[in-house]
């Protein structure tokens, strides 16, 4: 024990599994894929894209409404079960589709899709990572995020294959079953509540201290888990407000990438082959920019993290846009966007824990969230409308060129603005 007390526990890498057992799991196996099942759903009970897909609009709205409540019992109580029992929830519900033959039965699901969601989709894995780690969290959080794309990137062709070759309500089963044993089951074997209750340091701890011993000012990555400001302290400080808009912002751009596809398809040169790739690109750039994020806000702030994203999100969408019937440089454009569509769960994360602090960090990142899921909600309209009214995508990338430079500048000011009121007491 008493080595543990000085470089800190070991046992944060496994509290680090368990984050991407109840975060990347339900994504990579299930939630993020619920598109693939739509198609067979209508064409076996003749329902209207509408009927099918409905309980997607009211995810986010569910999440946005439970998630101020999913920061306080995770606060409140062991993380352990909380965590466990809403990946559980979500993975019962997904379970119970394959049964279900009626659109009321899928927009409860919806329901239960999003109560769950509000706590192992936004909130947790920041948590527990600041509460394990004492250095390189963002490296932590961004190479957790990475799991999620590989999962999807791994198992969208194999879910595929399986609804083709077994039916929609076997795959649905069998990916199920996955969440329940690799998600919920891995979560209740390796989640802790924090190193304090097992006795022991946050890993890192030790390098923490000698670092901060060579600086007459701390570096704003490594902050002491009782400082910071309370939930109500940050609901008064306009730096919180500032990242809600900066979160909502990312959330749309992100939401960008899945209209990729349906632009290349209607623009000559490109086509729908470059569409597909065109949305692998930005997968698989997307998991480079969650670890290199990650390492960017450790060496040199989330203010830094959120600029080079920002940077590289207007950049890429500017590309998209200009470079026209030229798929080498749509994709160059593609994966410049990749890098920042891939912030969107790491630099308002880590941007929240340096502007305000460890010490309701829940509690305050439950409040972005919950603006998050309301954005998301907003997401799909917003592009429906623009390309409705337009008939063309090109008020799609300026609205996200436009927005990652708002970013850019919203980067600079948040984190001085929230420190200043609790970094010199």
């Known amino acids: 024990m008493g080595t543990s007390q000085v470089k800190g526990s070991n046992y944060a890498w496994a509290v680090a599994i368990a984050c991407v057992a109840f975060y990347a799991v339900p994504l990579g196996f299930a939630a993020n894929h619920a598109g693939l099942f739509i198609t067979p759903v209508m064409d076996q009970f003749g329902w209207s894209r509408t009927d099918a897909t409905l309980f997607m609009s009211i995810q986010p709205w569910v999440a946005a409404i439970c998630t101020p409540f999913a920061g306080k019992l995770i606060s409140k109580y062991n993380p352990r079960w909380v965590l466990g029992t809403a990946v559980l929830v979500f993975a019962l519900a997904n379970l119970a589709c394959a049964w279900f033959t009626e659109p009321w039965q899928w927009n409860v699901y919806g329901v239960l899709y999003g109560a769950s969601a509000a706590f192992w989709m936004y909130i947790a894995t920041p948590t527990m990572v600041n509460r394990w780690f004492s250095k390189s969290n963002g490296t932590v959080i961004g190479a957790i995020g990475v799991f999620v794309s590989l999962f999807g990137a791994i198992m969208s062709p194999i879910i595929n294959g399986w609804i083709a070759s077994m039916g929609w309500q076997t795959a649905r089963i069998i990916c199920s ?4 044993i690799a998600g919920a089951g891995v979560t209740y074997a390796l989640l802790r509540e924090s190193p304090e209750k097992m006795g022991v340091k946050p890993w890192g701890y030790d390098a923490a201290q000698a670092d901060r011993a060579k600086s007459a000012e701390a570096n704003v990555t490594e902050v002491k888990e009782t400082a910071g400001l309370t939930r109500n302290q940050a609901m008064k400080n306009p730096a919180l407000w500032l990242l809600i808009l900066m979160a909502g912002m990312f959330v749309i751009s992100a939401s960008f990438v899945q209209q990729l596809a349906s632009y290349a398809s209607v623009t000559d040169g490109l086509g729908a082959a470059v569409g597909a790739m065109a949305v692998s690109v930005a997968m698989v750039t997307s998991m480079i920019g969650k670890f290199g994020l990650g390492w960017i806000s450790d060496h040199f702030g989330a203010v830094a993290s959120g600029i080079v994203a920002g940077v590289l999100g207007a950049g890429g969408a500017l590309v998209c846009l200009l470079v026209g019937p030229n798929p080498t440089l749509f994709y160059v454009g593609v994966g410049m966007f990749g890098i920042g569509y891939s912030a969107l769960n790491v630099v308002p994360p880590l941007t929240c824990q340096q502007a305000f602090g460890d010490k309701d960090y829940a509690n305050i990142f439950s409040i972005v969230a919950t603006g998050l899921n309301v954005f998301s909600g907003f997401a799909a309209l917003i592009y429906a409308q623009i390309f409705d009214i337009t008939g ?15 970013i850019c500048v919203l980067a600079l000011v948040i ?4 420190r200043r009121a609790w970094a010199n007491k």
């Open 177 to 180: 079953v996955i969440v329940i």
């Open 415 to 418: 984190v001085p603005m929230g």
């Open 392 to 406: 063309s995508f090109a008020g799609a990338f300026w609205m996200n060129i436009i927005f990652y430079v708002v």
